[in-house]
């Protein structure tokens, strides 16, 4: 399913979590970029900070490496790539390179402060052979660059991946139980790549069969192609300049498999899409309730859905996967626009009516709420209408009167009915400590109600 650019606009900065693309981005944006609300540009704006400071230690180093002649070429060490895992609540990283393992200040030689991701490229070229004997240490900062914890302990550059020629994949698809069905390609960047090109493949009789190029940002790209047609698929990533010319080898390939049938699926938007802290994208578990439902669920969220758009592609995206049961979430997009509850209802019956006429057991979840100081002071997304409360509690009430329901929303919410402060960073899309209340509780209904289904 494509967006077109008039629906996209219609929806930019609403509900739903991803750092993507539709329209090829060269860094992430404060607006939603593919539905996604991403940090970048707020953060850099915010706090004027550059993305690399250097000591007079690291000019010095350097001065050396040039007066040696040779030593530059002769360096093992021209570049190193850094991982490490992604910390709940982290919306960027800062990472601090040392000349030696004493981890004194007056070792540090660089920091780059704007990570966006949890992992880095550094370029050492610059530094000869000393680089080869440089340290490493990194914290995760909070949206408002204060340090979640302290600094890891140092270690070796040589620990990381020495001299990349590529992009590093960083979706996690193949260690979920499914993956999505709108995958969502993430990576990290290269020195200064701000462009990047992804192509997808199928796996058939054992060759690669070309599916499509995607045109990507800084560390992320959505793919708005539903993948219902069960096989393996790969996918790998390059870094391009602003004409599309390749500047860097492609990456290894990724992969993930679509399987069917799938006896649990989910349909949503971004808060079923996955992702959080508006620089995490679906793509990691952190964020994806799915991953605390300790059941086997399919993906079936798309960022930026309203409960019409979830109606619409019922056909093409729900039935190729034949669920018995269909966990159903929307309402959002909806509320916050102005839609009123009585016609988010309307769209919910349709779908439970779709559900009975295809043999499949609706289970509805109460949309969440949403904090719009946060949506508009943090993250620039416009305001909601000043009714949204009422249209939102409408349509939980009735959600809570079906068959088969979870109420998530009221756990979430503060004394005024707004989504917690502590629960999100842009307003919006629930954080990490939400998601995992989410995903437990509709994990325990779902386990509950249907063992007969999760036993066979």
């Keep these: 399913m494509k967006r077109t650019i008039k629906k996209m606009m219609r929806l930019a900065g609403f509900c739903c979590l991803a750092a993507g693309l539709a329209v090829p981005a060269v860094t992430h944006a404060a607006a939603a970029d593919g539905g996604h609300v991403t940090a970048t540009s707020v953060l850099d704006a915010k706090e004027g900070q550059p993305a690399v400071t250097e000591t007079k230690a690291a000019q010095e180093i350097a001065a050396e490496a040039r007066a040696d002649g040779g030593q530059a070429q002769a360096a093992d060490v021209h570049s190193v790539s850094l991982t490490w895992p992604v910390v709940p609540g982290a919306v960027k990283y800062q990472v601090e390179i040392l000349r030696s393992q004493r981890d004194d200040l007056t070792d540090v030689i660089m920091t780059q402060n704007q990570i966006f991701t949890n992992g880095v490229d550094i370029d050492l070229s610059r530094f000869g052979k000393a680089a080869a ?222 559900c009975a006429a295809y043999g499949i057991i609706p289970v509805f979840v109460t949309p969440t709420p949403i904090n719009p100081s946060l949506m508009i002071h943090r993250a620039g997304i416009e305001h909601p209408t000043p009714d949204w409360l009422v249209h939102q509690q409408y349509v939980c009430d009735w959600v809570k009167r079906q068959p088969y329901s979870v109420d998530v929303a009221s756990s979430l919410a503060d004394e005024r009915g707004w989504l917690r402060s502590d629960y999100t960073t842009d307003g919006l899309h629930p954080d990490y400590q939400a998601k995992k209340e989410m995903g437990e509780k509709i994990g325990r209904y779902l386990s509950a109600t249907f063992p007969w289904l999760l036993n066979s």
């Design 133 to 354: 004997s440089f340290w490493w240490k990194v914290r995760p900062l909070d949206y408002s660059g204060n340090p979640l914890s302290s600094y890891s302990a140092p270690q070796p550059v040589t620990s990381g991946v020495l001299n990349p020629k590529a992009p590093q994949p960083t979706a996690e698809y193949d260690q979920m139980d499914y993956a999505a069905e709108y995958p969502v390609y993430s990576w990290i960047p290269m020195p200064g790549a701000k462009h990047h090109e992804v192509q997808v493949y199928r796996e058939v009789n054992g060759k690669d069969m070309y599916v499509k190029t995607l045109q990507g940002g800084e560390y992320d790209v959505y793919d708005w192609d539903a993948y219902t047609t069960p096989g393996r698929y790969y996918w790998r990533v390059r870094s391009v300049d602003e004409n599309g010319a390749a500047i860097s080898d492609w990456s290894d390939k990724s992969g993930f498999s679509v399987t069917a049938p799938t006896p649990i699926a989910a349909l949503g938007d971004s808060i079923t899409h996955g992702g959080g802290v508006m620089s995490v994208p679906p793509s990691y578990k952190l964020y994806n309730w799915e991953t605390y439902a300790g059941v086997p669920i399919k993906n079936l969220g798309v960022s930026g859905n309203t409960t019409q758009d979830m109606l619409d592609r019922f056909e093409h995206d729900v039935l190729p996967f034949s669920p018995r049961v269909l966990v159903i979430m929307g309402g959002v997009n909806d509320y916050r626009a102005g839609t009123l509850g009585w016609t988010v209802v309307q769209h919910l019956k349709a779908l439970k009516e779709k």
